[in-house]
C-alpha cells in the first residue's frame, strides 16, 4: 500500500469515528428539555412594586416565571394585567392554598375533653389568626387559556402576602392535547388534575430576607 492510500485511509477512518462519536453523545430529545428541572416549574425574578388589585393588598410584589420544561405545549389560566404592566406579562390564575400542618391545626384538632385546661390555647388562636388573613387568590370563574410552549416561560406577578409560612400557591395547568371527536365512552372517567406548587420555601434566601423571613 502506497503512503498516499494509507493517509487517505486513514483520514476516512478519522472522519467516520468522529461522525459516529458526534451521534452517540448527542441529547436524545426525552420528555424532559432540561433533565435537571420539573417538567413544570417556576423561577424566581424580583421584588418590586405594583398595582395592587384590592385595597387589602400591598403594593409589593413578587415576579415570578412560569416554564414549560417539556416538549408538550401546556395551557394555564389567565386574566387581564394592569396597563403599566411590561411586554409580554401574562395575569396568571392560581389558588392560594393552606399548608397541610396548618389545616390540621386548625381543622382537625386533636380531642381535649380530657385534658386539663390551664389558658387559651394561643398556638391554635395564632394558627386560626393565621387562616383569616389567608388571601384568596386570584381564581376567577372566567378566564382565557395561554398556550405556554416547549421551553417557554410566561412572566407573572404576586402579592407577598400571597406566600406565607402557613400557606402557598397552586397554579392549575394542563397539556395541550389533540380533542377527540365525537362523544366520550361512558365507561371511561376522570381526568388529570395538575397544579404547580410554589411557596414562600421555594424563594431563593436573598428574597426571602427582603421580605423579612429567614
Given at each position: 500500500m502506497t503512503r498516499t492510500r494509507f493517509l487517505s485511509l486513514l483520514i476516512v477512518v478519522c472522519v467516520v469515528s468522529m461522525t459516529l462519536l458526534a451521534q452517540s453523545t448527542k441529547t436524545d430529545k426525552g420528555f424532559l428539555i432540561d433533565v435537571n428541572l420539573p417538567f413544570v416549574c417556576v423561577k424566581f425574578d424580583h421584588i418590586g412594586p405594583g398595582?395592587?388589585?384590592s385595597a387589602d393588598e400591598p403594593n409589593s410584589r413578587i415576579?415570578?416565571?412560569?416554564?414549560?420544561?417539556?416538549?408538550?405545549?401546556?395551557l394555564v389560566r389567565a386574566n387581564g394585567v394592569p396597563d403599566e404592566s411590561p411586554k409580554g406579562e401574562v395575569g396568571l390564575e392560581w389558588e392560594v392554598v393552606l399548608d397541610p400542618v396548618i389545616q390540621r391545626m386548625v381543622f382537625f384538632p386533636p380531642s381535649t375533653k380530657d385534658q386539663p385546661q390551664t389558658g387559651p390555647n394561643t398556638e391554635s388562636q395564632k394558627?386560626?389568626?393565621?387562616?383569616?388573613?389567608?388571601?384568596?387568590?386570584?381564581m376567577e370563574e372566567v378566564a382565557s387559556l395561554v398556550t405556554v410552549g416547549p421551553g417557554e416561560e410566561i412572566l407573572f406577578r404576586m402579592p407577598v402576602n400571597h406566600l406565607s409560612k402557613w400557606w402557598h400557591v397552586e397554579i392549575p395547568f394542563e397539556f395541550e392535547l389533540p380533542k377527540g371527536k365525537g362523544p366520550r365512552d361512558p365507561l371511561n372517567g376522570g381526568e388529570p388534575n395538575m397544579v404547580v406548587q410554589y411557596s414562600l420555601w421555594d424563594l431563593p434566601p436573598k428574597a426571602r430576607t427582603e421580605l423579612g423571613e429567614k
Open positions: 398595582a395592587p388589585r415576579w415570578l416565571r412560569f416554564t414549560n420544561n417539556c416538549r408538550i405545549p401546556i394558627s386560626e389568626r393565621r387562616t383569616d388573613e389567608m388571601p384568596r387568590g386570584y
